[in-house]
């Protein structure tokens, strides 16, 4: 079976998307990320997804649409995105060393992790709204 990552790509409704910047691995340390993290064993990717923003940022999300299906990420695992709003709390980086919500001009501001980037292009059209 796959190895399964989750990732939320949040939007304000403003037309922002939230950018998390990683903490550890030293190899991934200072890269942008969408939050989220590994699927535990016997969890649907949603639960997954719900409780890694919970735990990363201190917010409940309400996913939308998926982004794409299965992005490649190293080893055996896939990436799954999901369009999100947050629908309890403020963000706050729990596990991360910075947070920055970006708009549409700020979007490549960030150094996005190699398997977020084509993630964060085909986010670009739904900046507006889920
Ligand atoms: N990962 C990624 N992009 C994301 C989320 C995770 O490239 N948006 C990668 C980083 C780790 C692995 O997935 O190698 C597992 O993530 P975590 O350590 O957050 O569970």
């Known amino acids: 079976m796959k190895k399964v ?7 304000d ?7 998390a910047q990683r903490a550890e691995p030293p190899e991934l340390a200072g890269g ?7 699927v535990d ?5 949603h639960t997954a997804l719900v409780r890694e923003c919970l735990e990363e ?10 982004v794409g299906g299965d992005w490649p990420l190293t080893g055996d695992y896939v ?6 709003r947050i ?7 729990k596990e991360h060393l910075e947070l920055r919500w970006l708009t549409a001009d700020e979007l490549f501001d960030v150094a996005w992790l190699p398997a977020d980037l084509p993630i964060v292009r085909a986010v670009q059209g739904h900046l507006g709204g889920i």
Request: glycine residues 18%; without cysteine; negative net charge.
């Open 87 to 93: 629908i309890e709390g403020e963000p706050e980086a």
């Open 32 to 38: 942008w990320e969408l939050p989220g993290g590994k």
């Open 57 to 66: 940022l201190g917010v409940v999300v309400a996913a939308g649409t998926q």
């Open 79 to 84: 990436l799954r995105v999901w369009l999100a």
């Open 41 to 45: 064993p016997g969890e649907d990717d």
């Open 13 to 19: 409704g403003d037309g922002r998307l939230l950018a």
């Open 5 to 11: 990552v989750v990732g939320a790509a949040i939007l």
